[in-house]
C-alpha cells in the first residue's frame, strides 16, 4: 500500500517501521475509525533491555502519539520457558526470582516513552504470568493446544533452521509459540486487543495468535512487524565492541550511551533518526543531506535527542558538553566513565594491560597489547609504545585521575579506591 489513511501506521511507514502487515487495509481501516489497543511483548532475560529493543518501544511511543492505546507485555510466565526463535541452543532457564527481578529493571525504561494511567489511550504494563501461571495442564491441552498443527509448527523458519542444524529444540521450547498465541487471545479478552507488533522473526508466532483467535471466535485480530535492523556495515543493532548497549543507567551511564549513537556509521544517520528520534522529518531530511564533516554535526544531534529521550534532556547535554571537551579540548571531564583502583595496588604499580582488561577497554592482556602495538593506547593522552609499562600513583594528573584512552573515542578515568 502507497499511502495509509489512518496517522499511526502513516507515520510509522515514512519513518521505517513496517516489514509486514497481515491485512494492509484492514489494519489501517481499524486505526482510522477508533482507538485501537495493541502490545508488544518484552522477554525478561535480563534485568535492562538494550538499544536493539529501542525500535519495539518506539512503535509504542508512536501508537500512543497518534491517539491510541499501547500495552507493554512483561513475559513474567513465557520468561520461565525461553523463546526459541532462531536461537542455536535454550535459553538457560530463570528463576523466578529472577524473572522478577529482571522485570523490575525493564519497566525503569518504559516511562521515559509512554504515559501510564486508567484513561482510554494510557497506556499499560501487564505481566503474562498472572494468567499464565495458574493454566490447568489438562484444559489447556483440550482447549488450546488442539487447535495447533505440530506439522505447520515444524514449517515455521524458526523452528526448521534449527532442526535443520541439527540442534535440539526441547518440548518446553516447542510450547512457547502455543503460549504466545494464547497471550494474544487473552489479551484480546481482557483489554480488547486487536494488534500485536514485533520483530519480523516474531512474524510465525504472531500469525499463530491471529488463528488461534479465529478458532476462539475473537474479532479479527492484526499482525504488524519491523525489519530486524543491523547498521550499514552488517553489526547488530544493540552491540558494540564492548558488549551490550544496555539501557538502564545503571548498566550503561548515559556518556557511553551517548557515544553509541554519535559513533553512528554515516549511512545509517538518517534512518537511525526517522526510527530513534521525534524530530520533524523535513529536519530529519535536513541533517540527513549533510556532506563531508557536516554529518558529525547529524550525528551528534542523533546522540543527543536519543539520549534525552531515555535519559532526560539534562543527562543528553552533559553527555554532548563531556564529549565537547573531551575531544575539542582535550580536558578532563568529571563525566566520564570511571573505574576504581584500590590506592595499595597503584601504590605498588600494576601493568598497563592488567589495567586496560580492568577498565573493559580490552577483553584479554593479549587484545590490550594489540592495541599498544598499533599505537592506540594513551595516559594521560601520552602514547604508550611499552606493554610492560606500570601504572603508578605517579601518574595521578593534578585532579587526581588517570586517563586511559583507547583510540580517539574510548576513554575511561582510573581513580584510587
Not at 516489514?19 to 495493541?38: C, M, N, P, R, W
Not at 516447542?174 to 487471545?185: E, G, K, S, T
Given at each position: 500500500?502507497?499511502?495509509?489513511?489512518?496517522d499511526f501506521?502513516?507515520?510509522?511507514?515514512?519513518r521505517?517501521?513496517?516489514?509486514?502487515?497481515?491485512?494492509?487495509?484492514?489494519?489501517?481501516?481499524?486505526?482510522?475509525?477508533?482507538?485501537?489497543?495493541a502490545?508488544?511483548?518484552?522477554?525478561?532475560?535480563?534485568?535492562?533491555l538494550?538499544?536493539?529493543?529501542l525500535?519495539?518501544?518506539m512503535?509504542?511511543?508512536?501508537?500512543?502519539?497518534?491517539?491510541?492505546?499501547?500495552?507493554?507485555?512483561m513475559?513474567?510466565?513465557?520468561g520461565?520457558v525461553?523463546?526459541?526463535s532462531f536461537?542455536?541452543?535454550?535459553?538457560?532457564?530463570?528463576t523466578?526470582?529472577?524473572i522478577?527481578?529482571?522485570?523490575?529493571?525493564?519497566?525503569?525504561?518504559?516511562?521515559?516513552?509512554l504515559?501510564?494511567?486508567?484513561?482510554?489511550?494510557?497506556?499499560?504494563m501487564?505481566?503474562?504470568?498472572?494468567?499464565?501461571?495458574?493454566l490447568?495442564?489438562?484444559?489447556?491441552?483440550?482447549?488450546?493446544?488442539?487447535?495447533?498443527?505440530?506439522?505447520?509448527?515444524?514449517s515455521?523458519?524458526?523452528?526448521?533452521?534449527?532442526?535443520?542444524?541439527?540442534?535440539?529444540?526441547?518440548?518446553?521450547e516447542?510450547?512457547?509459540?502455543i503460549?504466545?498465541?494464547?497471550?494474544?487471545?487473552?489479551?484480546?479478552k481482557?483489554?480488547?486487543?486487536?494488534?500485536?507488533?514485533g520483530?519480523?522473526?516474531?512474524?510465525?508466532?504472531?500469525?499463530?495468535?491471529?488463528?488461534?483467535?479465529?478458532?476462539?471466535?475473537?474479532?479479527?485480530l492484526f499482525a504488524?512487524?519491523s525489519?530486524?535492523?543491523?547498521?550499514?556495515?552488517g553489526?547488530?543493532?544493540g552491540?558494540?565492541?564492548?558488549?551490550a548497549v544496555?539501557?538502564?543507567?545503571?548498566?550503561?551511564?548515559?556518556?557511553?550511551f551517548w557515544?553509541y549513537w554519535?559513533?553512528?556509521?554515516?549511512?545509517?544517520?538518517g534512518?537511525?533518526?526517522?526510527?530513534?528520534?521525534?524530530?520533524p522529518?523535513?529536519e530529519i531530511?535536513?541533517?540527513a543531506?549533510l556532506?563531508?564533516?557536516?554529518?558529525?554535526?547529524?550525528?551528534?544531534?542523533?546522540a543527543?535527542?536519543v539520549?534525552?529521550?531515555?535519559?532526560g534532556?539534562?543527562?543528553?547535554?552533559?553527555?554532548?558538553?563531556?564529549?565537547?571537551k573531551?575531544?575539542?579540548?582535550?580536558?578532563l571531564?568529571?563525566?566520564?566513565?570511571?573505574?576504581?583502583?584500590?590506592?595499595?595496588t597503584?601504590?605498588?604499580?600494576?601493568?598497563?594491560?592488567?589495567?586496560f582488561v580492568t577498565?573493559?577497554?580490552?577483553?584479554?592482556?593479549?587484545?590490550?597489547?594489540?592495541?599498544?602495538?598499533?599505537?592506540?593506547?594513551?595516559?594521560?593522552?601520552?602514547?604508550?609504545?611499552?606493554?610492560?609499562?606500570?601504572?603508578?600513583?605517579?601518574?595521578?594528573?593534578?585532579?587526581?585521575?588517570?586517563?586511559?584512552?583507547?583510540?580517539?573515542?574510548?576513554?575511561i578515568?582510573?581513580?584510587?579506591?
Amino acid at each position: 500500500m502507497s499511502a495509509f489513511k489512518s496517522d499511526f501506521l502513516r507515520t510509522l511507514s515514512e519513518r521505517g517501521f513496517i516489514h509486514q502487515i497481515s491485512d494492509e487495509t484492514g489494519l489501517d481501516d481499524l486505526f482510522a475509525k477508533e482507538t485501537v489497543t495493541a502490545y508488544i511483548g518484552f522477554d525478561p532475560t535480563a534485568s535492562s533491555l538494550h538499544a536493539g529493543g529501542l525500535i519495539q518501544i518506539m512503535m509504542l511511543h508512536w501508537m500512543q502519539q497518534t491517539g491510541h492505546r499501547p500495552i507493554a507485555l512483561m513475559g513474567g510466565g513465557t520468561g520461565m520457558v525461553g523463546d526459541p526463535s532462531f536461537k542455536d541452543e535454550a535459553r538457560k532457564l530463570m528463576t523466578v526470582e529472577t524473572i522478577q527481578q529482571n522485570i523490575d529493571g525493564i519497566k525503569k525504561v518504559f516511562a521515559n516513552y509512554l504515559t501510564f494511567g486508567d484513561g482510554p489511550r494510557d497506556a499499560l504494563m501487564v505481566n503474562n504470568a498472572d494468567w499464565l501461571a495458574p493454566l490447568n495442564y489438562l484444559e489447556f491441552l483440550r482447549d488450546v493446544g488442539r487447535h495447533f498443527s505440530v506439522n505447520r509448527m515444524l514449517s515455521f523458519d524458526s523452528v526448521k533452521q534449527r532442526l535443520d542444524r541439527e540442534q535440539s529444540l526441547s518440548f518446553l521450547e516447542f510450547n512457547y509459540m502455543i503460549l504466545q498465541a494464547y497471550d494474544f487471545v487473552e489479551l484480546s479478552k481482557r483489554y480488547g486487543t486487536r494488534l500485536q507488533m514485533g520483530g519480523s522473526d516474531q512474524w510465525g508466532n504472531i500469525i499463530n495468535g491471529i488463528d488461534l483467535g479465529h478458532r476462539l471466535e475473537q474479532p479479527q485480530l492484526f499482525a504488524l512487524t519491523s525489519p530486524l535492523l543491523t547498521t550499514a556495515s552488517g553489526a547488530k543493532m544493540g552491540k558494540s565492541l564492548n558488549g551490550a548497549v544496555w539501557l538502564n543507567a545503571d548498566m550503561l551511564s548515559p556518556y557511553e550511551f551517548w557515544q553509541y549513537w554519535r559513533n553512528t556509521e554515516d549511512a545509517d544517520v538518517g534512518r537511525f533518526l526517522k526510527l530513534y528520534t521525534t524530530l520533524p522529518l523535513d529536519e530529519i531530511a535536513r541533517l540527513a543531506a549533510l556532506g563531508g564533516s557536516e554529518i558529525n554535526d547529524a550525528k551528534k544531534v542523533l546522540a543527543t535527542e536519543v539520549t534525552a529521550i531515555l535519559h532526560g534532556r539534562d543527562a543528553a547535554d552533559q553527555a554532548s558538553e563531556t564529549a565537547r571537551k573531551t575531544f575539542e579540548e582535550g580536558a578532563l571531564s568529571e563525566s566520564l566513565p570511571t573505574v576504581e583502583v584500590p590506592k595499595a595496588t597503584l601504590e605498588s604499580g600494576v601493568g598497563i594491560l592488567a589495567l586496560f582488561v580492568t577498565a573493559g577497554l580490552a577483553g584479554s592482556n593479549g587484545e590490550a597489547r594489540r592495541h599498544i602495538q598499533g599505537g592506540a593506547v594513551r595516559i594521560n593522552d601520552a602514547p604508550v609504545s611499552d606493554d610492560r609499562r606500570g601504572v603508578t600513583l605517579a601518574d595521578l594528573s593534578p585532579e587526581g585521575v588517570i586517563k586511559l584512552s583507547l583510540g580517539k573515542k574510548k576513554h575511561i578515568l582510573v581513580r584510587p579506591a
